[in-house]
């Protein structure tokens, strides 16, 4: 599988994470955001850039309450759980997003 | 949510009229080269073949087994088609396959058995006549067909409750998983999670770093909520007790809910106690796909972590399947036990912990905390058909309730036939909980579903509380799907969690508000 952005194509696994997780640039997020119907907002970009940021540094996705007060920090106590995230990505914030930000899909009973 | 056509739930329990292949096409994905070779099995050279010579190995396998394992021999011959099992299995009450009853299932390998290791079916085959004496040819089709069906089987062992000779379709499953796996067609799901608990230390691939960051997160987050220091210690040599618990508990919601709760009831104890980043993990995947060296490899860990940490008990979180290996096998896989405490059960289950903490009375508990909820109590199938929760026969049954209805004062169980060793499966249990099968998960979900909208309907339920990651995870998914909603899921230490008092808890609060 792969996944056409700007201009370019990139390979993906069968369940649409990006294979070489170097690869990713913003151009990526939103062609996978386009496909499956789900245009990224600047409020989305929030989540994804913190999501990018985690990773770097812990080579791993944020566990949900990481994630959740992250976000009540940065952008307001109401939004700092996982009802908003679940708002912006139905899929579930864990694999959506991490999927649009080229992070690892997390594995195992989650 | 993705378009899947949802089972009709209904005030009793309908057996559906069989659709033919109905589910056929289900089938997870394949685990690549790379996730075969990482767990040191073969690969096709073409990706979605099988290996050169997999007939023979298959067969080969297949021969080792019945003679390893007498079980799966007697299942194998044992079965006279009674019919008992045909309706008990949730996957076929869910997607009417009669594949998926679990008879059909068996004989997917049974007919093989039958065709290649006895005398009729070898006399049969000879003839070109193998069904005559319910043996088939193994050809790739057939070996297709198990792939799919193998992995529409949680090993939840319900159908083995009503089979009068006990045949558990488990082990059945177990076997063929091990055997296609060895011939180039193992699942990626487990594949794919089983190197990341000896590489990182659990399935999640969550490092050390993030471990501690998170735990450290946890404890700002109580100390904000109540006002008290919880401490989530992490590689503490010299603890008393090694917490192993699923590391969905640090990553996904409402498990972590569950978390805070155990380290408030150790924390109200009194003991001291420790997480293990190298054991990180309770969930043992190596039971799921049936390979018994992988299942002992994941437990030795536990030891090894055990050891170096010099603690004195080992307490496992909420986990079902964890809790089966753990209480039936761990001293075979990774025994003798010697070095730990002799005067406490080993391995200890948390909510026989917190059992015994309520009966001497140590935890202050205020039951009102949980009035917004009535709740009900999702058995998981590897606790209630594999274990105990205590020491006296049926304690996996009742030790749940009674924490339960030690910290909530409205409970109500299920109807009779859905509980206790009867429980239906999540519905994404047995290494199924994965996106590739999402329609098998809502459509196994389907008994469990009923037995819970009829008892919100009847007894005003609005919650229902689990002691396994799997179900846990799997009912956030599926609830919405069934018109409920994510969080009406609940960890069971979740609700000791918010009914536990501990000392100095709301006393900064208290003297604020009267400084105001």
Redesign the interface.
Known sequence: MAIEANGKTFETDEEGYLANLNEWEPAVATAMAEAEDCPLTDEHWDIINFLREYYEEYQIAPAVRVLTKAVGKKLGKDKGNSKYLYELFPYGPGKQACKYAGLPKPTGCV | ?ADYEIPETHEFPVIPSIMEGAMAHSSP?VAGKEFQDDMGFPSPEEPGQLIDGWKEKFLELLQEKLGKYRSLQVFMDTCVKCGACTDKCHYFIGTADPKNMPVARQDLIRKIYRRYFTFAGKLFGKLGMPNFVGAAELTEEAVKEMYSYYHQCSECRRCAVFCPFGIDTAEVTMAARDILAMIGMGQ??SN??IP?VHKIG??????E??LR??LE??EE?IEDDIGVKVRFPLDEKGADILLVT???D????PH?DGLMGYAKVFHAAGVSWTISSKAS?A?NFGLFIGNYESMRQISLRIRDAAKELGVKRIIFGE?GHAWRVAYNHLNTLAGPWDFLDQNYPIPQHILEFTKDCLDRGILNIDKSENDHMTLTFHDSCNIARASRIGDTPGSQFTTPRQVIQAVCNNYYDMSAETIHDQTFCCGGGGGL?T??LMELRIKGALPRMEALKNVIADNGVTHMAAIC??CK?QFT?VLPYYGMT?DQIVSVHQLVSSAIILDGQGEEAEESNGAE
């Open positions: 949510m994905f990626k799901y794919q999670i990341k659990n399935n999640l691939g969550l490092p770093p993030a960051d998170t997160g946890l987050e699923p590391s969905a640090f990553f996904a919601e972590v993990e969930a986990c909980l996106d590739d990651a799997i995870s998914k994510m």
